[in-house]
Each structure stands twice: as structure tokens, then as C-alpha cells.
């Protein structure tokens, strides 16, 4: 009979899992980031095109809230925790603040997507950096890409000339 106690936390090796946290966990605090700023900018939105702007970026939070999770659960089902705690994301995110109160929509946008832009920094060294270490890992975050790339294009749709 197995032994319940001689279960491993993972069937992956421990450097993998490590590995696959230490570039994963940068994009978690990223996308955690960018779920609270766009709350904030889905809030103070003003212009003409106000009622288009202001549910888009309700999509970009849900969007970054699922690819968070996504990323999140990755490292937990290999076995290690996340540190994605509000004062660790204020501390380690890589996305510019966001200026506070009211702004018109563009200025909105072009700060969402610096957030952007910088989350995708991070998530294209942990496609980079995980092609070698582990594949499945590489794959959260190259669907991650895919996603904040398209929300990327739907937000500069409404700034491009
Ligand atoms: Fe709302």
C-alpha cells in the first residue's frame, strides 16, 4: 500500500518548481496590479466615448484577475506558495502608478497600457526563461500573452489615430 506520508508535493523536480515560481510570480503581482488600477481607472473615466472605455476596462480587470489566477495556481499546483499580498504587489509591481482622480480617456488608456506593457515584460522573460525549465509552465504564460496582447489592442483602438 502507498505510503501517505512519502507522497510527494510534486512530481516535478524541486529547481524546476522554484524555477517555474520565480519567473511566474513577477507576472502574478503584475496582473494583481493591474486588476486594481484598472478598478481604479474603470471608476474615473470621463469623455465622449465614456460608457465603451469604462466596460472595457472592466474586461481588462476580469481578464487580469483570471490570468492571475491562472499563473498563480501554477505555482501552487507545483507545490510552492505565491506572495501576492496587497502590500508585496504595492511593493514588487513593475506597473506605473496610476495618477489618481478623474482623467479623460485617453490619458486613462495610455497609462492601462504602460501597465500592460510592463506586465508583458515580465511575462515574455517567463516564456523566454521557461521554454527550457518546464513547458507547461511556459504555457500559462504564453496564453497570458496572448490575452493582455489582445486587451492591449482593444484599448489602443480608441487612442490610435
Ligand atoms: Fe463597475
New binding site residues.
Given amino acids: 500500500m502507498t505510503d501517505v506520508k512519502a507522497v510527494p508535493q510534486s512530481s516535478i523536480d524541486p529547481d524546476v518548481t522554484s524555477g517555474v515560481a520565480q519567473f511566474l510570480t513577477p507576472v502574478v503581482v503584475d496582473l494583481q496590479a493591474l486588476a486594481v488600477d484598472g ?1 481604479q481607472a ?2 474615473h473615466v470621463r469623455g465622449p466615448n465614456f460608457q465603451a472605455v ?2 472595457l476596462l ?1 474586461e481588462v480587470v476580469a481578464h487580469a484577475q483570471e490570468f492571475a489566477d491562472l499563473a498563480a495556481e501554477r505555482v501552487v499546483a507545483l507545490g510552492l506558495p505565491i506572495d501576492a499580498r496587497i502590500q508585496t504587489v504595492a511593493k514588487k509591481t513593475s506597473t506605473p502608478a496610476l495618477k489618481e482622480g478623474f482623467q479623460q480617456s485617453d490619458q486613462v488608456i495610455a497609462q492601462v497600457i504602460a501597465g500592460i506593457d510592463a506586465t508583458l515584460k515580465n511575462v515574455h522573460t517567463a516564456i523566454d526563461e521557461l521554454d527550457a525549465l518546464d513547458q507547461a509552465s511556459q504555457d500559462v504564460a504564453i496564453e497570458i500573452a496572448r490575452g493582455l496582447e489582445k486587451d492591449r489592442w482593444f484599448l489602443f483602438a480608441h487612442i490610435a489615430g
Fill in positions: 478598478k474603470h471608476w469604462h466596460e472592466d
